[in-house]
């Protein structure tokens, strides 16, 4: 088995990656039957864009914080570990976006598309799904499109729901809503696409954030799942992304 190994910066992850790489080896990502990342979340969802179009299975190893995407560290038994593995398939919602310059931008997300209020007033937020309008106005601190792999983050601090893996819906989730005060949102099928339009975009400026690549000053954003692309994340027997999310809910 060709494995890559990919570590994060931290010096926890080096050390991690220097013991592995010579108990067995390594291979360019591209050569590679399967990738190690060594990190925590934020490294996982680095390294599931930045192999993209390599069509590898990705195991990742918590040398970080989090590690909801992670399995355990450890360095003997991992060729075992890698045979025994369950596959999880997710796709990454496609974010397009207009700044109030008239620049268009587009980024990929893998847990969720957040607008955020850049400045000390409320944004004020129109919303529609597949082209119409459903709701005129949301005053709020923001607002997000969450996947069901993304949805126990920023999403579930937010109060939204945790969605099952397999669910084929996303949530739309408001952040600290003003009003109408207390709409939480919206559960939507895989497929809409939802459109928010920055109301009074000059006095109420808002940014927009794919993970973590964030754009501002938008004028709107459009949100649909790409279902072209799928990520294949392993994980070891019993702690797969569907546990974990039931677990969550028990926490």
């Known amino acids: 088995?060709?494995?890559?190994?990919?570590?994060?910066?931290?010096?926890?992850?080096?050390?991690?990656?220097?013991?592995?790489?010579?108990?067995?080896?390594?291979?360019?990502?591209?050569?590679?039957?399967?990738?190690?990342?060594?990190?925590?979340?934020?490294?996982?969802l680095h390294t599931l864009r930045d192999t993209i179009d390599l069509n590898v299975p990705i195991y990742g190893m918590n040398r970080g914080t989090v590690g909801f995407l992670m399995n355990s560290y450890s360095e003997e038994g991992l060729l075992e570990r890698l045979a025994a593995a369950v596959e999880e398939t997710i796709h990454p919602l496609r974010m397009r976006a207009r700044d109030r310059r008239g620049g268009l931008h587009e980024a990929m997300a893998i847990n969720e598309?957040?607008?955020?209020?850049?400045?000390?007033?409320?944004a004020k937020l129109k919303i529609s799904v597949d082209g119409r309008q459903r709701m005129a106005e949301l005053v709020c601190d923001?607002?997000?499109?969450?996947?069901?792999?993304?949805?126990?983050?920023?999403?579930?601090?937010?109060?939204?729901?945790?969605?099952p893996i397999g669910a084929d819906v996303l949530a739309l989730t408001a952040i600290a809503a003003f009003r109408p005060r207390r709409w939480r949102g919206a559960l939507l099928p895989s497929g809409a696409t939802v459109r928010f339009d920055v109301i009074d975009a000059a006095k109420r400026p808002v940014m927009a954030e794919a993970d973590s690549v964030s754009f501002k000053d938008i004028d709107w954003v459009e949100i649909q799942s790409e279902r072209r692309i799928s990520h294949k994340i392993l994980f070891d027997p019993g702690h797969g992304l569907e546990e974990r999310l039931i677990s969550e809910q028990f926490n």
């Open 1 to 44: 088995m060709r494995i890559a190994f990919l570590a994060s910066e931290a010096p926890l992850a080096q050390t991690a990656r220097e013991g592995l790489v010579a108990h067995y080896g390594t291979v360019d990502a591209a050569a590679a039957d399967v990738i190690v990342a060594l990190g925590g979340d934020g490294f996982m």
């Open 113 to 122: 598309v957040s607008l955020l209020r850049q400045g000390p007033q409320a």
């Open 142 to 163: 923001g607002a997000l499109v969450a996947t069901p792999a993304g949805s126990t983050a920023y999403n579930y601090s937010a109060h939204g729901p945790i969605l």
